[in-house]
């Protein structure tokens, strides 16, 4: 499978009987990483018939270096489902934390998929505060009763992806793909720069994002 999922229950649950998922995360992040481990078998909800798509990011979801070309858009096409493109370009962890509450609101989505990292990684910032920001926004998430799928991104440059992505998503209960966007930013041909994808890299995404929300159930009648 291109993705994991741990039970979403938690979503239903009052926040105050569940600890602060931030305070968690920086308290995991001062621990030594280690291996990625696999995250803990379960489903995603089917997505209503008419179930709007938030995929919420930086440049990765807007669509820079792809000609026209975005996930987002190719999405859509593959699942049937309208897909709000929110990416911001440039943008980081901290300010999709103060960002994600509004568009939550006003799309109303029933599903969120939500990529941020990479600009944080360019500007050196400690991976704790990476987790806090990303762990803060699964808790807006949750509070809205929106079902995630995170997806996870490698450091400009890297080989493998940070075991942070893996952490936060058994914290926060939540499905995660690590090889959607990582694959195809590890792959020089499928890249229009040191960052971003090329129109095929975004098409490649697109597909590995279907085939996530399929295997975790979102797209069970399709």
């Known amino acids: 499978m291109a993705s994991e999922l741990i039970p979403n229950a938690f979503l239903a649950s009052p926040r105050s009987v569940r600890s602060s998922l931030v305070s968690r995360l920086l308290a995991a992040a001062l621990l ?3 291996a990625i481990a696999p995250a803990l078998a379960g489903e995603l909800l089917p997505l209503a018939d008419k ?3 938030l995929a919420f990011g930086d440049s990765l979801t807007s669509g820079i270096g792809g000609s026209g070309e975005n996930y987002p858009q190719r999405l859509a096409t ?3 489902h309208e897909v709000i493109n929110a990416g911001v370009p440039g943008e980081t962890t901290a300010q999709g934390r103060e960002r994600l509450s509004t568009v939550l609101r006003d799309s109303r989505p029933g599903l969120l998929i939500l990529c941020l990292g990479v600009n944080d990684f360019l500007r050196g910032v400690p991976e704790a505060q990476i987790a806090a920001n990303l762990g ?4 807006l998430a949750a509070d809205a009763s929106v079902p995630v799928l995170l997806l996870a991104v490698p450091a400009p440059g890297a080989s493998q992806i940070d075991p942070l992505f893996a952490r936060l998503a058994r914290l926060g209960q939540v499905r995660i793909d690590l090889h959607a966007m990582a694959d195809t930013l590890m792959q020089p041909a499928l890249k229009a720069g040191l960052v971003h994808p090329n129109a095929e890299g975004y ?3 697109a597909k590995a994002v279907a085939q996530s929300l399929r295997d975790g159930g979102a797209l069970i009648s399709r």
Do not use: E, K, N
Not at 136 to 139: C, I, P, Q, T
């Open 51 to 53: 179930a709007v798509v």
């Open 78 to 80: 593959l699942i049937g």
């Open 203 to 205: 098409r490649q995404i």
């Open 136 to 139: 803060a926004m699964l808790d």
């Open 32 to 34: 030594t990483i280690g």
